[in-house]
Nanobody
Framework: QVQLVESGGGLVQPGGSLRLSCAASGSSGLTMGWHRQAPGKERELVAFITINGYTNYGDFVKGRFTISRDNAKNTVYLQMNTLKPEDTAVYYC?????????WGQGTQVTISS
């Protein structure tokens, strides 16, 4: 069974930065990424990265976020810069392989002055 453990959320001021981490256990070779869900909105893709390093980002990212991974640690990172109040959401780690998907519990990111 794949388990995902997220960390790194919190409260930052607009324009600030945060780094989220998600460590996977129980499997390797996963495509991993992040989704987010703001109150009253649907969950949306933030970014994902394959085992070979191919990345894809949601349109709203516009160069502000960078996803990366450490395959030896089975961990994915999301570096978020120039954060805006509209980035406030619960950020969920997602992993998938062989048609099965797994979700983390979510970590709250709040952007406010």
């Amino acid at each position: 069974q794949v388990q995902l453990v997220e960390s790194g959320g919190g409260l930052v001021q607009p324009g600030g930065s945060l780094r989220l981490s998600c460590a996977a256990s129980g499997s390797s070779g996963l495509t991993m990424g992040w989704h987010r869900q703001a109150p009253g909105k649907e969950r949306e893709l933030v970014a994902f990265i394959t085992i070979n390093g191919y990345t894809n980002y949601g349109d709203f990212v516009k160069g502000r976020f960078t996803i990366s991974r450490d395959n030896a640690k089975n961990t994915v990172y999301l570096q978020m810069n120039t954060l805006k109040p509209e980035d406030t959401a619960v950020y969920y780690c997602r992993a998938n392989r062989y048609g099965r998907e797994y979700w983390g519990q979510g970590t709250q990111v709040t952007i406010s002055s």
